[in-house]
């Protein structure tokens, strides 16, 4: 199947000049699409599809790779020079970022997202050449059961990596799974808290309310507050590697654990690398020494999470390429391209056409080595942004917020919805509660009140069953131990304390 011919063919085929070109125009189209908050990497896999039409399998499929990867990316670049997450799987560790560029460290923080982005993709890649077919079945083997409490795995998470207070991270965890509520319901299509009004019958969409809740408030908290709290800095873009070695090797660790977890994550189908990089992020501070100081400008929480998100992205084409079952939202449209091109996915797919195939994994490891030169020029032009007075910046943010809002549906009630949840978000922050738990209940809600009401139907109301298979039951008592964890730690350090 994989022969030094095939193989060679393969590069035969990434080698040739109108290939190369798609590959570096993709990853142009990637980094500015990542880089504008509101345009997800899924709308530009979405708007690249007709463009597919014109071009042969392999460089259709070598340029969706490289623009997913450059896209994950240049979500990073908003979330660290202006508090607004270019795409949501930035947003787990967007405090992060923001926080060490208040503190002058711009470079250092684009250095690693950079670094780390293409670390994780290559650990991605290599984990879906080698381990393909048997990951998949493992995640094939998911059912409602261990969808429910891998969606309530990543709530947990988000209220435990939260700074500050644990019960006001509650509190905004319960906003964002009652957001959630808002339309028709799943199982009988009964409408809740719509009010009659028809645009609310749909719920709110995902984007609008993450524009809001971040693009927004950080403009309201500017330009309300006269002694603004952000502090000029820098970034030079020509030392941002400067450290990036030692920082590699003092956590490598940190980097294989979260490439790990991010590919196991993409291999769920339609889990993805946000969740990926919310798990990674929570973990990782679950395991740190120095758990206080993230939220507050702490790298390895930073390294994990931008880490996994990359990752991801290989794991998803595992369930796709092998089953024909999507990844996520992006590898659902791919799955698209690779019929267009009498291409069907399933395990024939890597005996008739392993040369494409080839072509696809060494575009993957290829995508991710291009990475460093294109974010270096990515960053290096947004370093421009830097220049422009903030009273002149501010009104630009505006505007891509309300365009990033009103581009999802064509719908001025999403551009409402953007400016109310700047507002709800601004409140929330002058009374010190986060705002990301509110995000993450309003991503999986649907995920875990789906999950939950199926299994139940499915086992007619018998809850024993969430403990019965071994993967939910394994899951189950994770979920549990987290939950636990608090009581848990209060009890041996009062034993210790005796």
């Not at 030079?236 to 490439?259: E, P, V, Y």
């Not at 993409?266 to 973990?283: F, Q």
């Not at 991503?443 to 009140?449: A, H, N, Q, T, Y």
Request: proline fraction near 5%.
């Amino acid at each position: 199947m994989f022969t030094f011919n095939n193989l060679a063919h393969a590069l035969g085929l990434l080698t040739d000049p109108h290939v190369v070109a798609i590959i570096a125009g993709s990853a142009i189209y990637g980094l500015f699409v990542g880089a504008m908050p509101g345009l997800t990497a899924s709308m530009a896999t979405a708007l690249l599809v007709p463009v597919t039409f014109f071009m042969d399998p392999v460089p259709a499929l070598a340029a969706m790779v490289t623009m997913e990867a450059m896209a994950i990316f240049a979500g990073d670049i908003p979330a660290a020079l202006i508090h607004i997450p270019g795409t949501p799987s930035s947003a787990a560790y967007v405090e992060d970022s923001y926080a060490l560029t208040r503190q002058g460290r711009a470079s250092f923080v684009l250095g690693i997202d950079v670094v780390m982005s293409s670390i994780g993709g290559i650990i991605g890649a290599v984990i879906l050449i080698l381990l393909a077919p048997l990951l998949a079945e493992v995640a094939l083997k998911f059912s409602t059961y261990e969808y429910f409490w891998l969606a309530c795995f990543g709530l947990s998470c988000s209220v435990m990596v939260s700074s500050g207070s644990t019960s006001k991270a509650l509190l905004s965890l319960v906003i964002g799974l009652m957001l959630n509520c808002v339309g028709l319901d799943i199982t009988i299509g009964f409408p809740r808290f719509a009010f009659g009004n028809p645009d609310l019958l749909e719920g709110f969409t995902f984007i609008p309310v993450m524009i809001g809740m971040f693009g927004m408030a950080e403009i309201f908290r500017n330009v309300l507050i006269q002694d603004s709290k952000i502090a000029p800095f820098t970034v030079q873009a020509s030392g941002i590697f400067r450290g990036m070695w030692k920082t590699t090797c003092d956590h490598w660790k940190h980097i294989l654990r979260s490439g790990v977890i991010g590919t196991a994550i993409g291999i769920l189908p339609g889990a993805g690398a946000d969740i990926a990089a919310w798990v990674a992020y929570g973990v990782s501070k679950r395991f740190s020494k120095t758990p206080e100081r993230f939220g507050k400008g702490h790298i390895e929480g930073l390294i994990e999470a931008g880490t996994a998100n990359n990752s991801a992205l290989a794991g998803a084409w595992v369930p796709a390429l092998v089953f024909g079952i999507p990844g996520d939202s992006i590898t659902a449209i791919i799955i698209g391209v690779l019929y267009m091109k009498n291409l069907q996915p399933g395990p024939g797919i890597f005996e008739r056409s392993p040369e494409i195939i080839l072509a696809v994994y060494t575009t993957f490891i290829l995508a991710n080595l291009l990475l460093v030169p294109f974010g270096w020029l990515a960053i290096r032009l947004s370093t421009k942004v830097l220049q422009v007075p903030r009273n002149l910046l501010y009104p630009v943010i505006l505007l891509f917020c309300v365009v990033g809002a009103f581009a999802i549906n064509n719908s001025n009630f999403d551009i409402t919805v953007m400016l109310i949840f700047g507002v709800v978000a601004y409140v929330l922050e002058c009374n010190d509660i986060p705002s990301a738990p509110a995000i993450l209940g309003l991503v999986l809600g649907d995920l875990l009140e789906k999950s939950f009401m199926v299994s139940m139907m499915k086992s007619q109301w018998d809850l024993r069953m969430f403990f019965e298979r071994p993967i939910s039951a394994g899951l189950g008592a994770l979920v549990v131990l987290m939950w636990l964890s608090p009581l848990l730690a209060g009890f041996f350090r009062k034993r210790q304390s005796h």
